[in-house]
């Protein structure tokens, strides 16, 4: 069974960047699109962006000056840094799977638990 | 951006019930269309996909149907641990967008 588990600080300042880690486990990284999405609390579901196992990645053009995904194969990892934060970045993030291997225009099929970001000074 | 508009925002209803809710598209999304449903400080979780597929480990109670701008989940028989907040996502093109969610309440 498929498993993400994201980790990283709760609380960031503002200006400051936001930095989050999803780890994979039971299945391989390889073969596979991977999303992270966000929900500010009380409000509804963003998608940020996506990476592949190869490397390519596309991000939602509302963040894209600002976001950066990148993963370790090695570590069964992908990563979220998004730079200059404000208080409306205060949200759950979730990391998720596409599904099916090989296809990004899917839906997710796991997800994280997600990780509670809020800034604040 | 493709906007993805859900219809009811919120909705009342018993044990039983039968429940449809509707997403529409800002253009034509063929079957790109995938339904979650969300509890209460949980990840979504993956009902249906492709407009009318069903997600393995999902009750056959549920189910989608539409293609191009229009969509629907069906609940055929409400169940008190159905209700939670439900989503929409369209998948065919980025940046993949979300309805603004349907609440599911007991009446």
């Known amino acids: 069974q498929v498993q993400l588990q994201e980790s990283g600080p709760g609380l960031v300042k503002p200006s400051e960047t936001l930095s989050l880690t999803c780890t994979v486990s039971?299945?391989?990284?390889?073969?596979?699109?991977w999303s992270w999405i966000r929900q500010p609390p009380g409000k509804g579901l963003e998608w940020i962006g996506y990476?592949?196992?190869?490397?390519?990645?596309n991000y939602n053009p509302s963040l894209k000056s600002r976001v950066t995904i990148s993963l370790d194969t090695s570590k069964n990892q992908f990563s979220l840094k998004l730079t200059s934060v404000t208080a409306a970045d205060t949200a759950a993030y979730f990391c998720?799977?596409?599904?099916?291997?090989?296809?990004?225009?899917?839906?997710?099929?796991?997800w994280g638990q997600g990780t509670l970001v809020t800034v604040s000074s | 951006d493709i906007q993805v508009t859900q219809s009811p925002s919120s909705l009342s209803a018993s044990v039983g019930d039968r429940v449809t809710i509707t997403c529409r598209a800002s253009?034509?999304?063929?079957?790109?269309l995938n339904w979650y449903q969300q509890k209460s400080g949980k990840a979504p979780k993956l009902l249906i996909y492709?407009?009318?597929g069903l997600q393995s480990g999902v009750p056959s109670r549920f189910s989608g149907s539409g293609s191009g701008t229009d969509s629907t989940l069906t609940i055929s028989s409400l169940q008190p641990e159905d209700f939670a907040t439900y989503y929409c996502?369209?998948?065919?093109?980025?940046?993949?967008?979300f309805g603004q969610g349907t609440k599911l309440e007991i009446k």
């Open positions: 492709g407009a009318s």
């Open positions: 039971g299945g391989s990284i390889s073969s596979y699109y």
């Open positions: 996502q369209q998948s065919y093109s980025s940046p993949y967008t």
């Open positions: 253009q034509s999304i063929s079957s790109y």
């Open positions: 998720a799977r596409h599904k099916g291997a090989g296809h990004n225009l899917t839906p997710y099929d796991y």
């Open positions: 990476i592949y196992y190869s490397g390519n990645t």
